[in-house]
């Protein structure tokens, strides 16, 4: 075998052994990693520092097995975006008391820096805010059956995307989908105007002067919008719906790229109601 046969088969060698490790770090829960840990590449990794984190992912799952007790125990991971975590976490409480679970106790999630749970608040309508858990281990039992449940929660501040980590028994299986559809039919932002980010539109005090476009499209734009209205009863007559919206374009980078404009006729006032940046 050449010399470069050789350095190439290592080479194959130490990349495969590198992507059995990254597979085997990938199943373990994101709180058997310090901050340092998630900021060594895993090609950069020192022998210590694996042996240190298969350390904690034990200690980590002897607690889960003591409080599981005789149970078996079966585990599955998700991640929710900022509106389907806030959802959750809304009805949480309600929830698992409705089922007849009660929370045991909570706890910073596994290896937090912190020592208490990390918590947060999110609005549930324009002026009112609810708790929601950030990162946290949280344990629940239901005395009359002897089932356990718990969830832990680790929310990424830059992405916003919170990992979920279910553990739960045969009894206790069909809560993961229960307390999702539990929250879909509870939902608080049905109906209501908010950006982006989840936060509440104030859409009363919005008007032509908040929308950012130059004034030669502004007014193509309300001159379009005020003669749906103007000549709305000839466009019935004819049976053309004067429900419209407008979707303004433009290159990526472009302010007004993917930014849609729903425009709703105030009876009392007379005006036309803009909202910008909507998800209902």
Excluded at 105 to 120: G, L, T, V, Y
Excluded at 153 to 176: A, E, H, Q, V
Excluded at 240 to 245: A, M, P, S
Aim: hydrophobic share 35%.
């Amino acid at each position: 075998m050449s010399v470069e046969s050789e350095v190439s088969s290592l080479h194959v060698k130490k990349v495969n052994a590198l992507h059995m490790l990254q597979n085997t770090m990938t199943n373990l829960p994101m709180n058997s990693l310090t901050d340092e840990d998630k900021k060594t590449p895993v090609a950069s990794a020192t022998i210590e520092q694996f042996a240190k984190i298969f350390e904690r992912f034990e200690e980590f799952e002897a607690r889960i097995k003591m409080f599981f007790g005789e149970n078996a125990y079966f585990s599955i991971v998700a991640s929710e975006n900022v509106y389907h975590h806030n959802l959750l976490q809304f009805c949480m409480a309600e929830f698992f008391e409705n089922e007849g679970f009660e929370k045991v106790f909570e706890a910073p999630s596994e290896w937090s820096d912190n020592e208490q749970p990390m918590i947060s608040e999110a609005y549930c309508d324009l002026n009112k805010k609810f708790k929601v858990y950030l990162d946290a281990i949280i344990f629940f039992a239901n005395e009359k059956t002897g089932s356990r449940f718990c969830v832990e929660m680790d929310t990424d501040p830059n992405s916003g995307i919170t990992s979920y980590r279910y553990f739960y028994d045969d009894k206790s299986l069909y809560l993961k989908e229960a307390w999702t559809k539990y929250a879909k039919e509870h939902n608080f932002y049905r109906g209501k105007k908010i950006d982006a980010t989840c936060q509440f539109l104030d859409v009363k005090s919005i008007s032509w002067d908040d929308v950012i476009l130059s004034d030669k499209i502004r007014n193509v734009i309300k001159k379009n919008v005020e003669n749906l209205f103007k000549y709305r009863k000839i466009l019935n007559k004819n049976k053309l719906d004067i429900k419209r919206g407008t979707i303004i374009s433009g290159p990526p980078g472009c302010v007004v790229a993917g930014t849609k404009i729903k425009i709703r006729k105030k009876k009392e006032e007379g005006k036309h109601n803009i909202v910008d940046n909507t998800m209902v």
